[in-house]
């Protein structure tokens, strides 16, 4: 039960679906109800497939590229404590992406909604580092893949209310609940860190 939670919020601070919420509503501003729900569900979607590539061909890149597994946890959560560190002191997903929506064509729903927006290059190196063929046996593979479905699955039901929600909580809240975020990505980060040097040293 405690590695289920513990996969469950670090997966859940990387996803991030709250600090998701203003970049939605900018790429659906302007747009009728029924084409936002239809963005929410095509950017839910990409991502959530996009992830679990990871999950299903991740070892396949590591083996084929012959690193270890050691190796790749500390990069993994060096990059990951970066990563936490632009959540905090970064500015806001709803800023970097409106860059985004200004200097792209492409469909909204792909992109910066999904990648980089949901599927962050933080999500990806995540689900490897928890679906590691070596450490984890298929069943606790599948848990896994369920715990991402159960994330998108309140992801997409806050997209569809994030009208509603940025309402109450504004920009400014969902920027403040995105730096927390941070914070407890960071700790996780430097955990895994300090366990993978763990192993390194012990052997």
């Known amino acids: 039960m405690e590695r289920w939670i513990t996969e469950f919020v670090k997966l859940w601070v990387v996803i991030d679906p709250i600090g998701t919420l203003p970049v939605f509503l900018a790429v659906t501003a302007g747009m009728g109800?029924?084409?936002?729900?239809?963005?929410?569900?095509?950017?839910?979607?990409?991502?959530?497939?996009?992830l679990l590539f990871f999950v299903l061909l991740g070892q396949v890149l590591l083996t084929a590229m012959d690193i270890e597994l050691s190796s790749f946890q500390i990069a993994g959560n060096i990059v990951l404590f970066l990563f936490a560190l632009s959540m905090i002191f970064g500015e806001s997903k709803l800023e970097e992406d409106q860059k985004l929506l200004r200097s792209s064509d492409l469909e909204k729903a792909v992109y910066p909604l999904a990648i980089p927006s949901i599927a962050s290059p933080g999500a990806m190196l995540?689900?490897?580092t928890v679906t590691d063929n070596s450490k984890f046996s298929i069943a606790e593979q599948?848990?896994?893949?369920?715990q991402?479905?159960?994330?998108?699955?309140?992801?997409?039901?806050?997209l569809l209310c994030a009208?509603?929600?940025?309402?109450?909580?504004?920009?400014?809240?969902?920027?403040?609940?995105?730096?927390?975020?941070?914070?407890?990505?960071?700790?996780?980060?430097?955990?895994?860190?300090?366990?993978a040097m763990r192993v390194v040293l012990a052997g």
């Open 33 to 50: 109800a029924a084409a936002a729900r239809r963005i929410a569900l095509q950017g839910a979607l990409v991502a959530f497939l996009v």
């Open 142 to 146: 599948t848990e896994t893949v369920i």
């Open 148 to 158: 991402i479905a159960i994330i998108f699955a309140i992801l997409l039901g806050l």
């Open 126 to 128: 995540t689900v490897m």
């Open 163 to 195: 009208s509603r929600i940025i309402a109450i909580i504004g920009n400014a809240g969902a920027s403040i609940i995105s730096r927390v975020m941070g914070l407890i990505l960071a700790s996780v980060a430097v955990d895994g860190i300090v366990r």
